[in-house]
């Protein structure tokens, strides 16, 4: 019995374990315990203040959603500032930057619509050069070379 086995290599533009950095060029830290303990919400902090001391003043935490008192607001390990830069979640757990660098740029509003030319193609994953699943939709607005086989 003969059986397809499809393999992705996906060779970016991107160097592996590179990021684009966060636009204040600031400090990026990581520790979660950095500032009280809980959620406050900022309520009474000064809006300039930087209670966490990542690189995030109270005011841009709150419009962005993160925690003023945490510089890890979602608990994952991956500070706020990191998760900025790598256009990732910060307030979800379960987001991740990825390995190589890559951008989570779905934008959310895509649905499949079959496998023709001009239709959008489902959002599989696909291995990358860090051995890392990557979601395809990540890749929506931008230009990447994409090498694929298929062995039989």
């Not at 003023?68 to 998760?83: H, K, V, Y």
Request: a negative charge.
């Amino acid at each position: 019995m003969n059986r397809v086995l499809p393999t992705a290599l996906m060779l970016g533009l991107a160097a592996c374990g590179t990021s684009s950095g966060d636009a204040k060029g600031g400090n990026h830290t990581t520790s979660a315990g950095a500032g009280a303990a809980g959620g406050a919400g900022g309520a009474g902090l000064d809006p300039a203040g930087n209670e966490d001391g990542d690189c995030l003043t109270n005011a841009e935490e709150l419009e962005k959603g993160t925690d003023p008192l945490l510089a890890d607001s979602d608990g994952d390990g991956i500070g706020d500032c990191d998760e900025i830069a790598c256009v990732s979640n910060p307030t979800d757990a379960n987001e991740h930057c990825y390995a190589c660098g890559w951008k989570h740029n779905d934008p959310g509003t895509l649905q499949s619509t079959g496998a023709k030319e001009g239709d959008v193609i489902a959002n599989v994953d696909l291995i990358d050069q860090c051995q890392e699943a990557v979601h395809l939709w990540d890749f929506a607005q931008e230009y990447h070379i994409l090498f694929m086989t298929a062995a039989w």
